[in-house]
């Protein structure tokens, strides 16, 4: 089953002719395996289409995001959707043995929609079958006042000495940790990498590598944005970030954010000394 997007707002178009919607909860598959899920969708108000991503197994070892189309039926009150392109996968990258989510539900107004709760059919790329299963998920600002109001209720008094269950923030900004690898599908032919850290200043420091070549040697992350150009050559180009040491404050972290005519990611990684996170770029 693919673990599992990433959305491009399209700025030609004024933000007036869409309406979002994005929702956080769960996969379920065989059953009993339950994998996290977060969908975004935008209806563009004139042609009732759909667009938007997902990310399956979020945070996870097999973190997914997928682009989804799709379109919503006014008149007869039915919602349809799937998802048909990777834009990037912490997983091995193979097209053909990702399975991706159709999906359809009546909906009697998109406007308001507040949850979707009901089967898909997963299909890989060549259209033949793979899993099927079940999407459970609730509009993500519901979820996040949820998750607020469980945060303060544990914060009395009377919770104080006791275990607290643990609270997973699902719409945090992904990241990459040791020995992982975020497989990015681009189209553009080059791209800006921006390195820099977007919280306290407390003196991380890196190597950076790109193809094997050492391009930042004991490079100290600041708030300022340090720009390197990767020209596309072949199928794939690696980055890979080393951690030497973990400043004044545990752990390494520096944010991550590709840009291109046609493409864009931000993401960071999260690293202790001596790790190591890596990105590898695929041409589409």
């Excluded at 395996?33 to 070892?61: C, F, Q, R, V, W």
């Excluded at 299963?133 to 008094?157: A, F, Q, W, Y």
Aim: glycine share 6%; proline share 2%.
């Amino acid at each position: 089953m693919k673990y599992v997007l990433f959305f491009l707002i399209n700025i030609g178009y004024a933000y007036s002719q869409f309406l979002p919607k994005e929702f956080t909860g769960i996969l379920r598959v065989h059953d009993s395996t339950m994998i996290s899920y977060k969908i975004y969708l935008e209806k563009n108000i004139a042609t009732s289409s759909i667009e938007g991503y997902s990310i399956t197994g979020i945070d996870g070892p097999h973190e997914t995001k997928s682009l989804i189309r799709g379109t919503y039926s006014s008149k007869d009150k039915v919602l349809s959707f799937e998802e048909y392109d990777i834009v990037y996968t912490k997983s091995s990258y193979d097209e053909l043995d990702f399975c991706f989510i159709h999906f359809t539900q009546e909906v009697k107004d998109f406007n308001s929609l507040k949850k979707l709760k009901g089967n898909f059919n997963g299909k890989y790329v060549d259209g033949t079958k793979c899993v099927d299963g079940e999407i459970i998920v609730v509009e993500s600002s519901k979820l996040e006042k949820k998750i607020e109001k469980l945060k303060k209720r544990l914060d009395k008094p009377k919770f104080q000495n006791k275990i607290a269950p643990k609270v997973i923030d699902t719409i945090k900004l992904e990241s990459i940790t040791n020995k992982e690898e975020l497989n990015v599908v681009v189209k553009s032919e080059v791209l800006i990498l921006s390195i820099y850290d977007s919280g306290k200043i407390d003196g991380d420091r890196i190597n950076l590598y790109i193809n094997g070549e050492l391009v930042l040697e004991d490079f100290t992350i600041e708030k300022e944005k340090k720009q390197i150009p990767i020209k596309i050559k072949g199928k794939k180009t690696s980055i890979r970030v080393e951690a030497l040491n973990e400043g004044s404050s545990s752990p390494n972290t520096v944010k991550v954010e590709l840009n291109g005519p046609s493409d864009y990611l931000e993401t960071k990684t999260t690293l202790i000394e001596g790790e190591n996170a890596y990105l590898t770029l695929i041409k589409k």
